[in-house]
């Protein structure tokens, strides 16, 4: 498998002056990436890419804990899916159905809370049910929290959160020269996780592809060359190992 593409920052000579590596990720968000293209490959159809795709969920889901990680967030569907084939997203659709019903038990076991964001308000009735189910279910779990993204978009996040505001600035509850980049950070949907610090990008394209754009401002970015459905724990100890040697200025010296 090839290894995650590391950029210059990773390199030796940007490292820390005292020469100690980075703490580990405390957040980290992955742009599960090429499980269309994995398919072709094989000359398959689209769906065993998708269906391969939920094992590799697994396999990271596992894994994240014993890396440090605390919240791993999976950008599973976009607000721009829908725009895919109908019988493609009728399958995803049910593949996340059936990834709540089949592994809900076991993921309660391993200690992992459920979390979602995004707009998923439009997803149907029984699907909107097993959301809710899961969150309640696993609301006391603490070894691991797995944020789910669904009809996610960031650009829509930080839309609803500034108009949000706006709304607060008409009825005078805020001033206008008042609002701070804080105020929009505590109306994201991701306001009580952690701050991001690493986002994974699968299948080669390097852009965030409206994936927590605001969050990810000082995040750190790793790029691989494999598809989603070969990246599994060694893949996210890679990217984690590439994590630790950045040095992190956050624009200082």
Do not use: C
């Not at 957040?27 to 094992?55: T, Y």
């Amino acid at each position: 498998m090839t290894s995650p593409a590391v950029p210059p920052a990773a390199r030796p000579e940007t490292r820390a002056a005292s020469g100690q590596e980075s703490a580990g990720p405390r957040h980290v968000g992955i742009i599960m990436d090429g499980n269309g293209r994995w398919a072709k490959a094989r000359r398959l159809p689209r769906i065993a890419g998708h269906k391969s795709g939920v094992e590799a969920v697994r396999k990271v889901v596992e894994a994240a804990p014993d890396l440090g990680i605390e919240v791993l967030t999976l950008y599973a569907f976009s607000s721009e899916n829908w725009k895919r084939p109908e019988d493609e997203v009728g399958y995803l659709m049910g593949l996340l159905k059936q990834y709540l019903l089949s592994e809900i038990a076991e993921l309660d076991r391993n200690g992992v809370r459920l979390s979602f964001i995004g707009d998923y308000s439009r997803l149907s009735p029984d699907i909107l049910a097993l959301l809710e189910g899961a969150k309640t279910r696993t609301a006391g779990n603490t070894r691991l929290r797995l944020v789910i993204a669904l009809n996610y978009g960031s650009q829509d996040e930080i839309t609803r959160a500034v108009r949000s505001i706006a709304h607060d600035v008409a009825a005078g509850r805020m001033a206008p020269d008042a609002v701070t980049p804080a105020d929009i950070t505590a109306r994201l949907d991701t306001a009580e996780l952690p701050q991001l610090d690493l986002v994974i990008r699968t299948s080669g394209e390097q852009r965030l592809s409206n994936f927590l754009m605001w969050q990810a401002a000082y995040a750190e970015l790793v790029f691989t060359e494999q598809y989603w459905p070969d990246f599994d724990g060694e893949s996210l100890r890679r990217a984690v190992e590439a994590f630790g040697v950045r040095e992190r200025r956050y624009g200082g010296l």
